[in-house]
Every structure is written in C-alpha cells, then in structure tokens.
C-alpha cells in the first residue's frame, strides 16, 4: 500500500452537516481499499488568491495508505462534488 496525502477545499459557508457527509463519503472511498491514517480539519481559512470569487474556504487534510486505484476514484469524486472547490491528492515518498 502507498501512503497519500488529500487536501480539499470546501466553499466556506458549508454547514456543518454537509461537511460531514462529505468527510464520510471520502473516507468511505479509501476505507473500501485502504485505510485513514489521520483526518485533520483547518477550519475557515483565507484561499492564497481568490477561486470562483470566493477569497475563503473550509480546508481539510486526510492522510491514508491505499492501493494505487484508490486516489483516482477519490479524485473523482472530489470533482463531482459542488461544494469542493480544490483539492489534491499527492503521494508521500518514504
């Protein structure tokens, strides 16, 4: 299994219901062939320029080990999703 590392940007007036949703439905994603290692929520956040004329977002940080078919169902998914609006997948080198 690699480990990866996914950062995603949440429109910033998600409320905290939606939020959690979301965090299960990726989290259910990796958890189907892999596992969370380590959830970490930022919070509100000013973005570094602005991204469909919104200069805040909801920043979370998931890191998990995984097989290689995995982040691109994620990454998928994240593009589906409306309230996201960046995210990346990265995988850490050990």
Do not use: C
Request: hydrophobic share 35%; no cysteine; charged share 35%.
């Amino acid at each position: 299994m690699n480990k990866y590392e996914l950062t995603y940007i949440l429109k910033s007036e998600t409320d905290e219901e939606k939020r959690n949703q979301l965090a299960e439905k990726f989290k259910g994603i990796i958890e189907a062939d892999g596992a969370v290692e380590n959830v970490d929520e930022w919070g509100n956040r000013k973005l570094a320029y602005e991204i469909d004329k919104r200069n805040e977002g909801y920043y979370v940080l998931v890191n998990f080990a995984s097989s290689i078919d995995v982040p691109k169902e994620l990454d998928r998914n994240l593009k589906i999703a409306e309230q996201v609006i960046r995210h990346m997948i990265i995988r850490i080198q050990e």
